[in-house]
């Protein structure tokens, strides 16, 4: 893995998420490498030949910038877009936590992750009036789990993390996203996660944010996908809506879709 310590100019950034108004990124890469990942196009931006999932950026200075920044911000905050905020080598630099400890606590803060490391700083999270925490669950079946989020904490791991947010009182939501077509159970993640979380969240798979990377894997993974995969239409996603829409109602959860291949 390479590690590059970096100062940034800016840390809180303007973003088009949908329901978010800024993003904080402490890191630029990722130590979870996730075959699907979409933030792989930075591998452009920085003018080397390392492959995503093979370096991170640390950017040494963003607690003070944090600071400085949030001083005069209102609105949602979201960690992250182009890294995990709670990878490994959070554990020893501590970005994501002394940036929440700086931040303007009128701030509304989201963060997203895949790693129960998230657990450390509950504490921290005290800080804010308006937060919610989101731990990503694409699957439980570890086999398929290990071939498309290889360096992650496991799905287990990660529930167990949902169950402690949600017994300390934060708001918790399950980003079950990516949806792998024809490899996963949707209601198998639903039921699991449901008693812990106060909303569900789904995204398609972007096939064409990481296309190479999704097909090479199918190939050597799941090569009986292969056709399959390039046929997925709209109609498919369709389904996925309705389907979706019925776990909800089952399991007693508002569902938010953020599909991008459809809209209604
Ligand atoms: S955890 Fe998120 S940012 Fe990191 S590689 Fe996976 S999808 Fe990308």
């Known amino acids: 893995m390479k590690i590059r310590e970096i100062k940034a100019k800016r840390i809180i950034q303007k973003t088009n998420i949908p329901d978010a108004d800024w993003v904080i990124n402490p ?6 490498a996730c075959r699907y990942c979409y933030a792989r196009f930075v591998c452009r931006w920085r003018n080397t030949k390392d492959k995503w999932g093979e370096f991170v950026d640390v950017k040494v200075n963003a607690p003070e910038l944090a600071a400085k920044e949030s001083k005069t911000k209102k609105g949602v905050v979201i960690f992250s877009t182009v890294c995990d905020p709670y990878q490994p080598i959070e554990r020893k630099y501590r970005l994501t936590r002394k940036i929440l400890q700086n931040l303007n606590p009128n701030m509304y803060v989201v963060i997203l992750t ?39 904490p496991s799905s287990e791991r990660r529930l167990k993390a949902l169950k402690k947010l949600k017994q300390e009182g934060f708001s918790t939501y399950a980003f079950i996203a990516p949806i792998f077509p024809y490899l996963v159970n949707l209601e198998d993640v639903v039921k699991k996660v449901a008693p812990y979380v106060d909303v569900l969240m789904f995204e398609d798979l972007n096939i064409n944010a990481a296309k190479q990377e999704i097909f090479s ?6 090569p009986q996908l292969v056709e399959k995969y390039k046929k997925l239409d709209k109609k498919f996603w369709l389904e996925k809506i309705k389907e979706i829409k019925t776990l909800g109602k089952k399991y007693k959860k508002p569902v938010e879709i953020y599909f991008k291949h459809v809209t209604w």
């Open 27 to 32: 890191y630029v890469g990722c130590e979870h």
């Open 217 to 222: 894997t199918l190939k050597e993974h799941f």
């Open 114 to 152: 895949k790693s129960d490391l998230v657990l450390r700083d509950i504490d921290v999270f005290k800080r804010f009036k308006n937060i919610e925490i989101g731990l990503t669950i694409t699957t439980f079946d570890e086999k398929i789990r290990k071939i498309w989020e290889p360096k992650s």
